[in-house]
């Protein structure tokens, strides 16, 4: 009689522990159990990391023993998505250029998470260097929606969305560089947090676009999200860019009215591109809120039409220098054969890296080339500051922003591969809250019917579609306690 | 178009019709005890790759966090350079390929650099008069900019066995900061550009921000250089040599530069914009790569670290720290202690050579004879000794005691020469080697009287020659009298009175 706990939220792990009716390491095994029953059909872990996972949860249970309070992730089975380091478990990427690479230390996050008491089971699967929107750029296979397996999970962090939607662990570090955590949460049915940029440490995240790359946490509930997000948010010395901003208890801040809130509904993000079923679930949404106490109001962002395009010039920008270290020198897969340095360079990257992220190198390596500077990347910079202070002043008026995640619940696995611009347009409403380092979450917001397949013959299937709230700068708290309120009086059905 | 060796010279004709505009980079490694954006060591020589951690070597996902200490040594250079030091300045990412480079980028700074605006003075040849008068004019030579930036590691490709097909790299230097000191391209010649490297070198050293040792690296010289008609306002094509590793490279590299760009204008053909290597085996520039393949660098602002900002408090407080700066500090001797512009020049040469000199000349000694002593015996024995002002074993007060006993007559010069001889093997001092030596000069004129008289006494052949007309011969009495006091008379005395006993005899 196996213990299942592909339910279970943080704190069905920490009562079951504090009663003693279960230990940590069998916690720890069941999810171990629901890796190697879920992980061969939606590939949600590149590595799984058995042997630590239960020498860690061996030291919980030894607490546990020793009457020790528990620390407020004790024994709580996490993934981590593979851009994240972590000392001696190699840390891919998805990439083949780091197929080996094994990290010679933790990234804080990681590290704060563990300190909490969290067991690090996988490394999560994710697009390469966290390039994509579909999880389909990873060279360890795509993810598989765990709502359906011939849809993907969403990119990037698609196998941390994913390994929680199925049950492997209870939560999951992912990371949002222009939504990377908050739409696979929508597509994967789960929560996923976008916090603040430099409300979390950047130390240890394997760089993609610097001044965007975020780590965030997904878990089952908002609460989850809270208890994970308290563990890992603050400065550290290491991340020049991690903010000084103190630290509130987001778990004890969930609660309390939303009597007078007001939530801005902009105009830009209702519009062509959305489709019909999201469009119904979302405004559903907005209703529930409304119910809540929440006043809704009508804004304009005007500059959203213009985030894309600035967002793959400053992050391809950055992610041209950030990639630059994989030269096959140091670390990292190098080319045999080759008979010069620049063709070994060559062969080492051209075989190491993906067609996306190569696509992304050479756009960035471009737009930042004598005589494009100024009419790409410093272009792009001003549009930034421009979508910044269009929250700015929406933030004015109101106390948070209720958009879709995402324009489509997920698609079909190779639907939008053939055609860059098509993938790029599933970020649509996540790219400008990433451009203004805002915090963002999506939280589930019922079922819609899958896009196209109605006149099929074979069953309709229901796919998640998630609500995406965005906040004022280091205002998580309220943030949370809005998806909170709106999870807790049942969402949209 | 390469030269021979003796196409360096360039005739005068040339040389009054061509102009060379000289600019120099400086990077000089500044001496914090950790590298500018990690924790790691910058000692020198320590065993390769041991002084790393995941930020100097470029790890997936490490970041800088800038080290506050290079940021005080940096400012307190540009503010002793005269530069302004910008309130905000920001670092950028210079992205190129290269095994030594781990990250794929240099953390520098580009369009907002740490200090401008400054100048340093120059002895120059331009204000003096034809013929050459004693007197040198100074000049100013604008300072650009003065920027931050890391260093990268060290490629080593020979001394292996299998150095052949395969090269190594030591990232212990890695991270270790640098600031560069761009010049304006004031220089006119390569003793201009000699002379604004030896102050800029000398300034740094006063301020103890870095080593300045070029053989370890830790400042290095590239040089732009063109050259143009006289009289023309605008810059001539330009070349940029690198590898100038020592001073003597430099000027030798720029005159090999300047003669080869005014044989090419000359014969009318064009200067090629180029970066050239200076090749010291055949003693020439050589081309390493023209424009065409010059590197875009895609400078970008750095996202991983805050714009820098430099408080004015914090640099008032900076400022306090500065030590009086080499030219003060000449200015000021030549006033205090009567000095010659030259032997301040030379006094001032270090600090801690000006502080020996000023610690003798408080404990009492006459100032000039002091600048002599230190200048000529002290220095002329601790190069024969390969030894620094700092490893001196005669402490300056020391030699103040000895030049004591020169002022009160108890040695003459030769004496204390000697006794200084023996001052720097036993370190003790004067007083106690005169006493144990027995040497104390004779001055009593009795006493010396009556050693002239028996040795006149004793001569009477060299005697007789003398009265008869040889007096060349006093020599010859002036040494036996000296020989019979085992040098201690005071030797104007012994001429004094023997001229007296002579001509009485």
């Known amino acids: ?493 | 178009m390469e030269l021979t060796r003796d196409a360096l010279e360039i005739p005068e004709t040339l040389k009054g019709k061509y102009e060379p505009v000289i600019g120099l980079e400086v990077h000089v490694q500044l001496r914090t005890r950790s590298k500018i954006f990690c924790g790691c060591s910058t000692r020198f020589g320590d065993p390769p790759n041991t002084n790393s951690c995941p930020v100097c070597l470029g790890l997936p996902g490490a970041l800088p966090v800038l080290n506050r200490e290079a940021v005080a040594m940096a400012v307190k250079a540009a503010l002793a350079l005269n530069c302004r030091v910008n309130s905000f300045s920001r670092f950028a990412r210079k992205n190129y390929f290269y095994p030594d480079l781990p990250k794929g980028y240099q953390i520098s700074q580009f369009d907002q650099p740490l200090a401008e605006h400054g100048w340093i003075e120059i002895r120059s040849e331009e204000g003096q008069a034809e013929g050459g008068p004693q007197e040198k004019g100074t000049k100013r030579i604008g300072i650009t900019r003065l920027h931050m930036e890391e260093d990268a590691g060290k490629s080593i490709h020979d001394g292996f066995p299998d150095s052949q097909d395969k090269s190594y790299v030591d990232l212990n230097r890695s991270g270790t900061p640098l600031a560069e000191i761009v010049s304006e391209p004031d220089l006119r010649s390569s003793a201009e550009a000699y002379d604004y490297l030896t102050r800029l070198k000398q300034i740094l050293e006063y301020l103890d921000v870095s080593d300045c040792n070029m053989e370890e690296g830790s400042l290095r010289c590239d040089a732009n250089v063109s050259v143009r008609p006289r009289g023309q306002q605008e810059l001539g094509v330009k070349a940029e040599i690198k590898n100038l590793n020592s001073f003597r490279y430099l000027q030798k590299a720029l005159d090999y530069e300047i003669a080869r760009q005014t044989q090419l204008l000359e014969r009318g053909e064009k200067v090629v914009q180029e970066t050239r290597l200076w090749n010291l085996e055949q003693q020439k520039t050589v081309s390493m790569r023209s424009k065409e393949y010059a590197h875009d660098y895609r400078y970008f602002p750095e996202p991983d670290l805050l714009p820098l900002a430099v408080s004015d408090a914090w640099q008032k407080e900076i400022q306090q720290t500065l030590p009086e700066l080499p030219d003060a500090k000449r200015r000021r001797m030549v006033s205090q202690y009567k000095l010659r512009e030259y032997d301040a020049e030379v006094l001032t040469a270090s600090q801690a050579l000006a502080g020996y000199y000023e610690k003798v000349a408080a404990a009492g000694a006459d100032p000039k004879l002091a600048a002599n002593w230190v200048m000529g015996n002290l220095l002329g024995a601790l190069k024969a000794a390969g030894k620094q002002i700092g490893e001196s074993p005669v402490s300056p007060e020391a030699l103040a005691g000895l030049l004591a006993l020169i002022q009160d007559k108890t040695l003459s010069g030769k004496m204390a020469k000697s006794v200084f001889e023996e001052m720097l093997s036993t370190s003790e001092s004067a007083k106690t080697i005169v006493g144990r030596m027995g040497l104390s000069q004779i001055t009593d004129s009795d006493q010396i009287r009556d050693t002239i008289r028996n040795v006149i006494a004793a001569n009477p052949k060299q005697l007789a020659q003398y009265k008869s007309g040889k007096t060349s011969l006093i020599g010859f009495f002036v040494g036996q009298v000296m020989k019979e006091t085992k040098g201690q008379a005071n030797p104007q005395k012994v001429n004094e009175l023997l001229k007296e006993e002579l001509g009485g005899a």
């Open chain 1, 1 to 493: 009689m196996s213990l299942d706990i592909s339910n279970w939220k943080i704190e069905d792990v920490l009562r079951s522990l504090r009663s003693r009716e279960t230990t940590a390491t069998e916690i720890c095994q069941a999810s171990l159990a629901r890796i190697a029953a879920e992980n061969p059909k939606n590939n949600s872990l590149i590595t799984v990391t058995q042997e630590r996972a239960l020498a860690r949860a061996a030291a919980i249970d030894r607490m546990a023993a020793s009457g020790e309070r528990l620390p407020p992730l004790a024994g709580v089975p996490v993934a981590v998505k593979d851009v994240i380091v972590t000392e001696g478990t190699r840390t891919t990427c998805g990439s083949r250029i780091l197929e080996n690479y094994v990290p010679p230390y933790t990234a804080t996050a990681v590290e704060r998470m563990e300190a909490a008491g969290a067991i690090v089971v996988g490394k999560a699967n994710c697009d390469e260097f966290a390039m994509g929107s579909s999880n389909e750029n990873s060279a360890f296979g795509p993810v598989r929606n765990p709502y359906d397996l011939e849809r993907v999970s969403g990119g990037s962090s698609g196998g941390s969305a994913a390994a929680v939607a199925s049950g492997m662990a209870v939560a999951a570090l992912g990371s949002d560089t222009g939504g990377s955590v908050r739409q696979p949460a929508s597509f994967c049915g789960v929560v996923g947090l976008m916090p603040t940029y430099g409300r979390v440490s950047r130390y240890g995240l394997v760089a993609y676009a610097s001044s965007l790359d975020h780590i965030g946490p997904v878990g089952r509930s908002v609460k989850d999200v809270a208890v994970l997000l308290s563990a890992i948010a603050g400065h550290d010395p290491l991340d020049s860019t991690s903010a000084a901003v103190p630290v509130p208890n987001y778990v004890s801040e969930l609660d309390g009215n939303l009597k007078g809130f007001k939530i801005g509904v902009p105009r830009e993000y209702f519009a062509e591109g959305l489709s019909s079923g999201v469009r119904t679930q979302v405004e559903a949404g907005l209703q529930a809120l409304g119910k809540l106490g929440c006043e809704m109001v009508e804004i304009t962002l005007p500059h959203t039409e213009y985030a894309t395009a600035c967002y793959y010039i400053i992050a391809t920008a950055e992610a041209s220098a950030n990639l630059a270290r994989y030269d096959g020198v140091r670390y990292g897969y190098r080319a045999p054969g080759a008979a010069s340095l620049s063709e070994m360079y060559q062969k080492t990257r051209g075989q190491g890296f993906g067609a996306e992220v190569k696509r992304r190198i050479i756009l960035g390596t471009y737009v930042l080339s004598a005589g494009y500077y100024d009419a790409y990347y410093l272009k792009a910079q001003k549009v930034r500051h421009l979508i910044a202070a269009d929250f700015s002043n929406a933030f004015e008026k109101v106390d948070a922003i209720a958009a879709p995640t995402a324009p489509t619940p997920a698609f079909r696995i190779g639907e939008k591969t053939a055609n860059p611009l098509e993938m790029y347009l599933s970020d649509v409403y996540t790219l400008p809250g990433s451009l203004a380092g805002i915090p963002g979450i999506s939280v589930p917001c019922g079922w819609s019917s899958a896009e196209g397949d109605g006149g099929s013959s074979s069953e309709i299937k229901k796919l998640p579609v998630g609500i995406q709230l965005l906040g004022k700068h280091f205002d998580e708290a309220r943030l949370l306690r809005l998806a909170h309120q709106f999870e807790m009086a049942g969402g949209v059905a």
